[in-house]
Nanobody, 120 residues
Framework: EGQLVESGGGLVQAGGSLRLSCTAS????????IGWFRQAPGKEREGVSC????????YYDESVEGRFTITRDNAKNTVYLQMNSLKPEDTAIYYC?????????????WGQGTQVTVSS
């Protein structure tokens, strides 16, 4: 059965950086686009970024454009989210999810999430 595991979350001061990892197992990773989502307390889950399986195209929410970078390493079955210039409003649980293409509503696999806390 397919599985995604996130890691790399933690506590960081505003202006700092973190790199999240999302490692897959149990399915053909290269066939899937991988998205990062986040959910802050009391708020709905929102999409942050996505990297496609077909050509590696990347997509970012405007709130993170220019600060976050998504990359993938198919040899390691891993997607990374480099987060720079972090702000307190980036505080949330971050999840990765696998889908056939970016922008789709349905995702075949979800990770358990990793907490990111940015202090002011």
């Amino acid at each position: 059965e397919g599985q995604l595991v996130e890691s790399g979350g933690g506590l960081v001061q505003a202006g700092g950086s973190l790199r999240l990892s999302c490692t897959a197992s149990g399915f053909t990773f290269a066939d899937y686009s991988i998205g990062w989502f986040r959910q802050a307390p009391g708020k709905e889950r929102e999409g942050v970024s996505c990297i496609s399986s077909s050509d590696g195209s990347t997509y970012y929410d405007e709130s993170v454009e220019g600060r976050f970078t998504i990359t993938r390493d198919n040899a390691k079955n891993t997607v990374y989210l480099q987060m720079n210039s972090l702000k307190p409003e980036d505080t949330a649980i971050y999840y990765c999810a696998a889908a056939r293409r970016c922008g789709t509503i349905f995702h075949d696999y979800w990770g358990q999430g990793t907490q990111v806390t940015v202090s002011s």
